[in-house]
């Protein structure tokens, strides 16, 4: 199970970064064409597309990196009273915490078509693609988030709370 996870993960993370290469390149034509315009060298008119492309990717990369690549490690935390408490106390935070997020994502889901399904009428104005599947990386965001939420409020019910803080940073106190 662990060899399948651990594959995912790299795939998650090809993925990401496929689209930022592809965002990047997409920048690099906007420069090339911004300047090739500038001594009449390229029309910058069926160009257009490159800004949209970089916002749509741009949109991809964060929610598909928090929902699948970021780590729960990776996340700023202000953690000084957190890691005062009793590891008891702590683990309750967590597991609260971890449902609270998980059912406001999840109960957002709903809502959030409600919004966002007239998208599935509206093109975009430069790409060939409607714009709900532009938009849809957020519902999958919606639906991974809150169950990684709760996989770690299971665990922390099975297995209690670490000693945390910064070990994944390597800081100490000396």
């Not at 590891?87 to 609260?96: E, G, K, S, T």
Request: hydrophobic share 55%; glycine share 8%.
């Amino acid at each position: 199970m662990r060899k399948i996870i651990g594959a995912a993960a790299k795939l998650t993370e090809g993925v990401a970064g496929l689209m930022m290469a592809a965002m990047f390149g997409t920048f690099l034509i906007q420069i090339a064409v911004r300047y090739g315009a500038r001594i009449h060298l390229i029309d910058p008119a069926p160009f257009g597309w490159t800004l949209e492309l970089c916002l749509a990717l741009w949109l991809w990369i964060v929610f598909w990196g928090n929902a699948f690549v970021v780590q729960d490690k990776d996340h700023v935390t202000f953690d000084i009273l957190y890691l005062a408490l009793s590891p008891r106390i702590r683990a309750a935070l967590v597991v609260f915490g971890a449902v609270i997020i998980a059912v406001a994502l999840l109960g957002s889901i709903v809502p959030t078509y409600d919004k966002l399904s007239i998208l599935r009428l509206k093109s975009s104005a430069t790409l060939p693609v409607k714009m709900l599947p532009i938009y849809s990386v957020y519902f999958l965001f919606l639906v991974v988030v809150p169950l990684r939420y709760l996989w770690r409020a299971w665990g922390i019910l099975r297995h209690g709370v670490g000693p945390e803080g910064h070990h994944h940073l390597g800081i100490t106190d000396e």
